[in-house]
């Protein structure tokens, strides 16, 4: 694999402090944030320099159920082809749920949920990586994800889930200290059992990214500076592997460009002090320093691999598996976006949580698609999305979203400025082609409220 070196993830909104930073090797850049034909500027600079761009998938979901969409996997080769790049990046995944493999609503996530360490679940995963390598004209790494709730009935731990991922595929991982660091706080994982049980061999570089603690609970934000907890991560992981690449993460509430510099050099410090321990390899043999250790597995508990199932059951056992993760992962979904009561053992007070940052996470998008919504409604904007994300869950991707947002404000006759209203009439129009609601749609659409609040009573 490719020695990357050490990296930030490329924003357009610190575009020139990435550029200006010094000793900075790479980049990458969220996969779904470029067009297939061009690049930003920025972005051409960099590569002129020699730097390497790496594209960062979110929304192939391939822990979802169902397979990953051609149209989705062709667009990330053409852009992993457009930079040059050595290799794409995804996360183990589950971004949408529901269709017709459960005969459910099709709803959206918006946002990255953790996927069941099942043998089912594997089994499904498993598949998709490789109908994903077979699509893509470069190596593939999967990341492993933070998460705020915990599946009940799971069979495996990380680490052993994130092993025999690798053992089946050969896909190459790309380890989030921060992650692990998250799944400690929320979940109770030992971050050091997960690199124990983890190929180290098998890593293509790492993520360092910032969080904060609130009421018990580690959110993942990436809006805020690198705690040290997960810098002892990252020391535990450097003392086991000298990682290929290391790579800091920032999406939001983005420092001045020297506590950026900071940051790197704490993670450059962090890499010098924590030297590769001497591994035992075979009958003694020893290797340390810079060289990429040998892991020596241990002998893999029986189980049940995808292509001994197809043979043995035919696909109709596979489609039954897919189906199963389906079920499972549509409910929890529906729980958490659409109000709908919880699967049975999940914590539900922790499902709140979900449900809240997932809503929160889909406001922050939706101001960066159409930042003229905050600006119209100002201080406004934040309780009115909330509001409405409480009952439309997402079903289209974020700017049907937007467009959805705005229509039910005009039908509600919302805002009641009457500037602001003829401002956002005029945004909808401009985007969905049509007229805005008139008067007797919103009159319509009042009783039917009206009705549904008397039933509800």
């Given at each position: 694999?490719?020695?990357?070196?050490?990296?930030?993830?490329?924003?357009?909104?610190?575009?020139?402090?990435?550029?200006?930073?010094?000793?900075?090797?790479?980049?990458?850049?969220?996969?779904?944030?470029?067009?297939a034909d061009h690049l930003p500027d920025s972005l051409r600079r960099l590569r002129a320099r020699g730097a390497t761009v790496?594209?960062?998938?979110?929304?192939?979901?391939?822990?979802?159920?169902?397979?990953?969409?051609?149209g989705r996997l062709a667009a990330l080769a053409q852009k992993a082809e457009l930079l040059g790049a050595p290799l794409v990046t995804e996360h183990i995944a589950f971004v949408?749920?529901?269709?017709?493999?459960?005969?459910?609503?099709?709803?959206?996530?918006?946002?990255?949920?953790?996927?069941?360490?099942?043998?089912?679940?594997?089994?499904v995963l498993c598949e998709n990586v490789r109908i994903a390598q077979d699509a893509l004209p470069v190596p593939l790494a999967l990341e492993n994800i933070a998460a705020l709730v915990a599946w009940p009935g799971e069979e495996m731990t990380e680490g052993q889930f994130l092993s025999e991922l690798v053992e089946r595929t050969g896909v190459r991982l790309l380890i989030d200290v921060a992650n692990l660091h998250t799944n400690h706080v929320n979940r109770?994982?030992?971050?050091?059992?997960?690199?124990?049980?983890?190929?180290?061999?098998?890593?293509?570089?790492?993520?360092?990214?910032?969080?904060l603690e609130r009421d018990g609970v580690w959110h993942d934000t990436h809006a805020h500076p690198v705690a040290g907890p997960v810098l002892d991560i990252l020391a535990d992981l450097a003392s086991r592997i000298s990682p290929p690449g290391v790579l800091l993460e920032r999406d939001d509430r983005f420092p001045p460009q020297e506590e950026l510099a900071a940051e790197l050099t704490a993670i450059r410090t962090t890499l010098a002090a924590a030297r590769p321990r001497p591994l035992l390899i075979g009958a003694g043999a020893r290797v340390s320093g810079g060289a990429m250790p040998v892991r020596v597995p241990a002998p893999a508990p029986p189980r049940r691999d995808a292509s001994v199932v197809a043979s043995?059951?035919?696909?109709?056992?596979?489609?039954?598996?897919?189906?199963?993760?389906?079920?499972?992962?549509?409910?929890?979904?529906?729980?958490?976006?659409a109000g709908t009561p919880a699967p049975e053992g999940f914590d539900v007070r922790r499902l709140?949580?979900?449900a809240r940052a997932l809503a929160a996470k889909r406001a922050d998008v939706i101001a960066k698609v159409a930042p003229e919504l905050p600006r119209i409604l100002g201080d406004g904007y934040r309780p009115a999305f909330l509001a409405y994300a409480r009952s439309r869950p997402m079903t289209d991707g974020y700017r049907h979203?937007?467009?959805?947002?705005?229509?039910?404000?005009?039908?509600?006759?919302?805002?009641?400025?009457?500037?602001?209203?003829?401002?956002?009439?005029d945004w909808w129009r401009d985007r969905a082609g049509l007229r805005p609601p008139g008067a007797g749609t919103r009159l319509v659409h009042r009783v039917r409220?009206?009705?549904?609040?008397?039933?509800?009573?």
């Open positions: 694999m490719k020695e990357l070196g050490i990296g930030i993830g490329w924003r357009p909104e610190i575009a020139d402090a990435v550029e200006a930073l010094p000793g900075v090797d790479w980049v990458e850049v969220v996969a779904e944030n470029l067009c790496v594209p960062h998938g979110v929304s192939l979901g391939l822990g979802g159920a169902d397979r990953p969409d051609a949408r749920a529901g269709g017709p493999l459960t005969a459910t609503p099709l709803l959206e996530a918006g946002h990255l949920l953790p996927v069941p360490r099942t043998r089912d679940a594997l089994d109770g994982e030992d971050p050091a059992r997960a690199l124990s049980e983890l190929p180290v061999e098998a890593i293509a570089y790492v993520h360092v990214a910032g969080g043995a059951a035919g696909s109709r056992t596979a489609d039954a598996a897919r189906q199963r993760v389906g079920l499972a992962q549509a409910a929890l979904l529906s729980a958490l976006v709140g949580v979900q979203d937007a467009l959805d947002f705005v229509e039910g404000l005009l039908v509600a006759g919302r805002p009641e400025d009457p500037r602001a209203r003829r401002q956002l009439t409220t009206a009705l549904g609040r008397g039933r509800a009573a």
